[in-house]
């Protein structure tokens, strides 16, 4: 995923379906300067992470 489309998602007040190697995952903040981006899986929201862009994909909105 792309840096600019992940924080058009965050910002976006509409869920959009977002997986992370297969993992459904609530896009928190982006870290442009490493190209990582702040999730959380939606089933352990309690389980933050830093995980790299390129390991999003973008399914659409709810």
Not at 9 to 14: A, G, R, Y
Not at 28 to 49: A, R, S, Y
Request: hydrophobic share 35%.
């Amino acid at each position: 995923m792309e840096a600019d489309r992940a924080q058009e998602i965050i910002d976006s007040i509409t869920m959009i379906n977002v997986d992370y190697h297969g993992i459904p995952v609530y896009l928190k903040q982006l870290n442009q300067g490493e190209n990582t981006v702040t999730v959380f899986p939606l089933d352990e929201m309690n389980h933050e992470q830093r995980v790299d862009l390129h390991g999003l994909t973008e399914d659409g909105p709810y």
